[in-house]
């Protein structure tokens, strides 16, 4: 009665013993759905009240212990549930939709969905009565509820699993599902230790070629300029880390096209060979083409080089451009260069373009090769819908190896170039390990025998036969001409220069102290530590020693305030003193100090050198060797040795030297006046204290004044390879004088590089797309969609073919009807070539306009910019724009955009042709779509950010090296190589942080995305299986193909749209640097007649300046007349002005209020071009470009030979220059470096003789030539320029005392303006700088 109720209510057996008794032993399925059923709910529902007891309990609901376990649980019993209520929903359907047949569901079938909804609720009831009891962790009822549900699912399980074991279709899905999973995790596997080995391919290559730099010599150093240096660094080592990510290809690629032949054969037989054949035609074909890749690519690297190499000097010296207003004629060299490198760039488009043609084709040509011959060779050859489609997915599995090898080949090819490049950088020759020797068993500290050295292996000497015996302890100043040999004398004993005889032997460590102070960017505490330990009492003598205690006390935070890029936020002697306290905290045993003291005002270096390096200094036991200009020095040093032209002429102590009237007696007495002076009056040397108190009751007067501004009062004094005038300090983290959230607005140096977060602004990529040009964009993506057409029409025309099969079962087959089928076949594929072919093409073309505008404006307006955007931004962050950023403009956007839009209109082709063979697939497309929404709006942001985040961990490895290039000669005398590399590991390992990130977050991507795709591939064979009886054979192997091909597509569109947005913020970032505000413009309206200005006249009307405008004022009220040709000295101790003065004349920084008159035109209404061209000035730091002489007098090529011969003969160069090979075609190397210093001043004067202008001014030009140089310069000022009014910056007071009048500046006021002689007689603070530089009244009168 029991068991026939039950078989009602199931509609099937409840219970027959002959189901155990067969080969397949099974439960009858009644059974299954009731007692099995019944079991496990019911002992739920008898042990429920147990468990929701504590529900019933009033207490506070404890929020804190809803573990992520607990709401694991929960969701599962929500996702059962929903289960069995779409379990009630389809027996609804079946039984009252609209395709419902008579036969209705049995009870059960209604019944064990609400069972089994009611039992979840109850569960999820239970779980929360669980949690809410105190202490209880689990539950054993409930625990035993799921042990009895898992135990009684066995069965009907089973006999799920022999039903579907029957339905072979279903059986295959699952397996295809399982087989694309396993194949998914695998491969990412793989990818990802491919980009890993990578990533550390490129940080070796990056460390190894930073390494190289350290130990170069200097004729390598002449072939590789910095920018192409960094170049390496940048694009040739990330050549490596692409080639290495898919060089597994390499072998893969021709493993996947043997497979796919094989299977091919045996779909096909022999006809696949006429494929095969069709394929090796390829290859001498992509031979060609990767041949000619590999030329273009060697052409656009040389231009990339050239480029970079001009940019960095341009960046290097922007201040020169800005003052000379030269920016026009450089900004048409780098237009030049560019225009060479964009040519390139198409024909390499083109190139590329024709390529894509070829690897599109190749699939096409080889199924139509395959299917024609197949057909042609018997009649009873039909292609079946089975051949057809299998063959479809093995030319489809074929189709990625044919177009991933060109792509490869092309990248081996750029890889190669760049193989060359690193090899010859790398196998370049290093400094001679034995040029100095370190022999013990010398009594001498140095000794040099009969020593000849060249800059360069095959050069002339400059130094000859030169022989030195140097004691230890000793001091001893080398002396001579500009251009004599003196700092190359220092470089051969730090082993910078190529030996061609004789030898030199050091004992003991070395300090260098270079002519040019080289600063690096951190504080100002570790720029005298060096790596040394901090000791404080120590650190103290020294600062009081180097006299930078007073300098200290005006820093935001002391010695722990951050010094800008080069040391920009310090003056010229400032740089020099602390370079000086760097040596002197090394605790070396030999000091080369390469002219430390003519940056300096003169009572500072006798301060310098009383306290440091003289007889009672710091450094007294010591070996120290002192290159100098400043005679007054000589008489305390134990020995001077003189250089003529490379020569030692005489070696003695000054005394000996002075009694035997050689040259060097004749020197003295003809230019040392001032040396007289100071020999006689003892003052001279000991007045060292009323020098530093009185500098301190200087300040005192204004110590209620805002820090910074007097900071800037002290920097901006004797700028020495200064860019600009920005004052403006960061405090250090560990800063313990300040706390950063107290420090003023403004008082921060290099700025933090801005990342752009969010989204990328859709008008970055409108910005992108205009700058292609709409007409390419609007034809390229029209041209795209026809060969999506033409794809879908090929395979619906083979689908159609397919049918014949059935159609022409047991009948001839019409070679009529074979001969079309192939034609329109082969047709259909030509065009999706030659429609990719020509979307390439226009899209290559609208990419480099793209490249030519955008760097175009990046150049124009980087050039335009104020000169404090270059004194707070590092130039490798600038540089970055024009080396990574550009060459992503240039290279990967383009490329990225067409796969893009390829991929992009595949997928979309391939969902509609999916939608319409098989309708069903429409229930699973949109919460596939929705799932892929949301993976790649969760992955997009993340990969964009992180893109961003290693673009700026990019800076500082180029700003770190080209730091270390300016210092190279430091690094190497402290021997401190290990710890800069140990510095260039940490910045490279910032970087890999963030790419090690953005890989991780790839792969996360790629196996979601294949998991999506994957369901796609099972659902559409689901459903195929599903409509079997209602869907043509050739339209299931269609879809199927069709889908097969979207799991890798899918994963294509978001990586390639992720890498698109990442990439694009190169535009953002160039758009950046192009969109920041400019100076003035160069030229307005107004504009002067030619002759302004005749008179040279000047006036100061109430002139105020400050730098930014949250300081305070640098300049304060400066008001004074000066007349045409009057010649004016301005003088003040550091800080007082009298730099910033200068760049208000041209305008590198804008009144705050008050006027500049020339000849009665205000200099604020005429364009900066017109004001500039017609003002003249000698700088402090003479900066020369590489490239040809002449281009360094007169880049605008202006001006005749004669008259350039003419200026250099004026400033002592024509001897110089005509001894020369190439004379006025010299090639002057990066920053001038194979000039000396003085003979780089000397060319800065020949360039202000060019110009012929009313006004000149001198920025402390002669600190670096000797007495007689300076002397010469001098003579020849007063002659040439005796019609212009001249003001003269100087350090040297005895260099202005011939002036009209002089300017005493303090604090930013002028305090005195009179002539030299009424200044004296006043005994006020001209008095007291003149006491202490040795001049006295008699001596003034009788110069």
């Not at 796919?260 to 054949?277: C, D, I, N, Y």
């Not at 299998?390 to 170039?417: D, E, H, Y």
């Not at 339209?1035 to 890498?1059: D, K, R």
């Not at 008699?1338 to 110069?1343: D, G, K, Q, W």
Request: some cysteine.
């Amino acid at each position: 009665m029991c068991a026939a109720f039950l078989e009602e209510y199931c509609g099937s057996v409840f219970w027959n013993a002959s189901y155990l008794e067969r080969e397949d032993p099974d439960l009858p399925v009644c059974l299954e759905q009731t007692v099995l059923v019944w079991i496990p709910l019911g002992f739920l529902w008898l042990s429920a009240p147990w468990n929701l007891m504590s529900l019933c309990k009033r207490s506070q609901v404890n929020t804190k212990r809803r573990t992520k376990l607990y709401l694991c649980k929960q969701l599962v019993v929500f996702l059962l549930f929903l289960t069995a209520i779409g379990g009630l929903i389809v027996t609804l359907v079946e039984d009252f939709g609209r395709n419902s047949s008579a036969e209705k569901n049995s009870a059960v079938h209604y019944t064990n969905p609400v069972l089994f909804a009611v039992t979840w609720i109850l569960l999820a009831l239970c779980q929360e009565g669980v949690r809410r009891k105190e202490g209880a962790v689990d539950s054993a009822s409930l625990f035993l509820f799921w042990l009895l549900l898992v135990i009684c699912d066995i069965f009907p399980f089973q006999t799920l699993l022999r039903e579907a074991l029957r339905l072979e279709g279903y059986f295959y899905a699952v397996l295809l599902l399982v087989v694309a999973l396993l194949q998914s995790l695998v491969l990412q596997q793989f990818v990802r230790r491919c980009f890993v080995l990578g990533m550390k391919v490129r940080a070796a290559l990056m460390a190894a070629v930073y390494k190289k730099a350290l130990v170069m010599s200097n004729d390598n150093r002449k072939e590789s300029t910095v920018g192409e240096t960094v170049n390496l660094m940048s694009a040739d080592a990330q050549r490596f880390n692409d080639v290495t990510n898919f060089i597994h290809l390499l072998w893969s690629c021709p493993l996947q096209i043997i497979v796919s032949v094989v299977f091919l054969w045996l779909e096909l037989g022999p006809s696949t060979l006429a494929g095969v054949a069709v394929m090796l035609l390829m290859v001498p074909v992509n031979g060609l083409l990767a041949n000619q890749a590999k030329k273009i690519q060697r052409e656009n690297m040389k231009s990339k080089d050239k480029r970079l190499k001009i940019m960095n000097e341009i960046l290097n010296g922007i201040k020169t451009l800005k003052l000379f207003a030269w920016e026009p004629s450089f900004q048409t060299q780098v237009e030049d260069i560019r225009g060479e490198e964009l040519k390139v760039m198409r024909k390499f488009a083109y190139l590329t373009s024709f390529s894509t043609f070829i690897s599109n084709c190749a699939p096409t040509l080889v199924s139509l090769a395959t299917f024609a011959v197949f057909v042609g060779v018997s009649s009873d050859n039909i292609l079946t819908a089975e051949k057809a489609f299998t063959s479809i997915s093995l030319f489809n599995i074929l189709r990625q190896p044919l177009s991933m090898l060109p792509t490869l080949i092309a990248s081996i090819v750029q890889t190669a170039v760049s193989k060359k490049r690193l090899e010859r950088f790398l196998g370049g020759d290093d400094l001679e390990s034995d040029i100095v020797r370190h022999d013990s068993s010398f009594d001498s500290a140095v000794s040099i025998s009969d020593g000849s050295f060249a800059w360069e292996k095959d050069s002339e000497p400059l130094l000859k036969s030169v022989s030195l015996d140097i004691k230890p302890g000793g001091l001893v100043a080398v002396v001579g001409a500009v251009g004599s040999g003196k700092s190359s004398l220092l470089s051969a004993l730090l082993g910078e220069m190529h030996r061609t005889k004789g030898f030199i032997n050091i004992q003991g460590s070395l300090a260098f102290v270079p002519q040019q102070a080289w600063i690096q960017n951190a504080t100002l505490r570790d720029n005298i530590l060096f790596g040394s330990p901090y000791e404080e009492q120590r650190f103290e003598d020294i600062l009081e020693a180097c006299a930078l205690g007073p300098d200290l006390k005006l820093l935001s935070a002391g010695d722990l305030t951050e010094i800008g890029e080069k040391g920009i936020n310090l003056s010229g002697g400032q740089k020099q003193r602390v370079s000086l306290a760097r040596a002197a905290y090394s605790q070396a045993d030999i000091f080369l100090l390469d002219d430390p003291l003519s940056a300096v005002d003169s009572h500072v270096g006798k301060h310098l050198f009383d306290k440091v390096i003289g007889p009672n200094g710091l450094l007294k036991d010591k070996t120290r060797i002192l290159v100098t200009h400043g005679v007054s020095f000589l008489p305390w040093v134990d020995e001077v040795v003189v250089l003529v032209n490379g020569r030692v002429s005489e070696v003695g102590s000054y005394q000996s030297l002075r009694a035997s009237k050689g040259a060097f007696s004749e020197f003295l007495d003809t230019y040392g006046t001032e040396q007289s002076n100071q020999t006689s009056s003892e003052d001279g040397c000991h007045d060292k204290e009323d020098f530093i108190s009185d500098s301190e009751d200087d300040q005192s007067d204004v110590s209620l004044a805002d820090d910074v501004s007097l900071m800037l009062r002290r920097e901006n004094s004797v700028r020495r390879s200064q860019r600009g005038n920005r004052s403006s300090f960061r405090l250090r983290k560990n800063s313990n004088l300040k706390s950063p959230e107290n420090t003023k607005k403004g008082q921060r140096l290099i700025e933090k590089e801005t990342v752009e977060t969010g989204q990328v602004k859709f008008s970055v990529w409108l910005q992108y797309v205009q700058a292609m040009g709409w007409g390419y964009a609007f034809w390229a993506l029209f041209i795209y969609v026809m060969q999506n057409v033409a794809f879908i029409g090929q395979n619906l025309w083979l689908s159609d073919w397919t049918n014949d099969a059935v159609e022409y079962y047991n009948q001839t087959y019409s070679p009529k009807k074979r001969d079309t089928r192939v034609g329109v076949f082969g047709a259909l594929g030509m065009a999706q070539g030659l429609f990719v072919f020509l979307g390439t093409l226009l899209l290559t073309n609208a990419a480099v306009n793209a490249s030519r505008l955008l760097h175009s404006r990046l150049l124009n307006n980087v050039l335009r910019v104020p000169m404090v955007f270059f004194d707070t931004t590092p130039l490798g962050r600038i540089l970055n724009r024009f080396a990574k950023d550009i060459f992503t403009i240039d290279e990967i956007i383009p490329h990225l955009f067409s796969s893009w839009i390829i991929h992009l209109l595949g997928i979309v082709g391939t969902i509609v042709f999916l939608c319409l063979s098989t309708p069903l697939f429409i229930i699973v497309i949109i919460p596939l779509a929705v799932i892929y929404f949301f993976v790649q709006r969760f992955y997009i942001p993340t990969s964009r950010q992180l893109r961003r985040l290693e673009s700026v961990a990019r800076s500082p490895i180029y700003s770190h090296f080209g730091e270390t290039m300016s210092g190279l000669s430091v690094i190497r005398a402290y021997n401190h190589q290990e710890r800069f590399m140990k510095h260039n590991e940490v910045t490279i390992d910032e970087n890999l942080k963030t790419i090690y990130s953005r890989i991780m977050s790839n792969r996360w991507l790629a196996v979601r995305l294949q998991f999506l795709g994957n369901l796609v591939v099972f659902f559409a064979a689901v459903f195929a299986v599903i409509s079997r009886n209602s869907i043509d054979s050739s339209l299931v192997g269609l879809s199927i193909s069709y889908a097969l091909n979207v799991t890798l597509t899918l994963s294509f569109v978001v990586n390639i749209t992720s890498q698109l947005e990442t990439n694009i913020v190169a535009v953002e970032r160039v758009s950046e640097y192009a969109e920041l505000e400019n100076e003035a413009p160069w030229v307005t309206q107004d504009r002067p007649s030619e002759k302004w200005p005749e008179a040279g006249r000047l006036q100061f009307v109430d002139y105020k300046v400050r730098y930014r405008p949250e300081l305070d004022l640098v300049l304060k009220g400066i008001s004074c007349d000066i007349s045409g040709t009057e010649k004016i000295g301005i003088v003040g101790r550091t800080g007082a002005g009298k730099s910033s003065l200068t760049n208000c004349l041209f305008r590198i920084i804008e009144a705050a209020d008050g006027r500049i008159l020339i000849d009665d035109v205000d200099i604020s209404k005429i364009g900066l071009h017109d004001l500039r061209n017609r003002l003249t000035i000698i700088p402090q730091d003479p900066v020369l470009f590489s490239g040809m002489l002449r281009m360094n007098l007169d880049p605008f090529d202006k001006f005749s030979d004669e008259e350039l011969w003419r200026v250099l003969e004026l400033s002592h160069l024509k001897d110089y220059v005509a001894g020369l090979k190439e004379e006025l075609q010299h090639e002057v190397a990066e920053g001038g470096e194979n000039l000396s210093v003085g003979q780089r001043q000397l060319l800065c004067l020949a360039r202000a003789l060019l110009r012929k202008s009313r006004i000149l001014i001198l920025d402390e030009a002669t600190a670096a030539v000797d007495l007689e140089t300076d002397d010469l310069i001098q003579t020849m000022i007063r002659k040439e320029f005796s019609h212009c009014t001249v003001l003269t910056i100087a350090h040297r007071l005895h260099s202005i005392m011939d002036s009209s009048r002089v300017m005493v500046l303090d604090a930013g006021k002028i305090v005195e303006f009179d002539s030299p002689s009424n200044l004296m007689e006043k005994r006020g603070h001209f008095y007291s700088m003149a006491k202490d530089a040795g001049i006295t009244h008699e001596s003034e009168t009788s110069l």
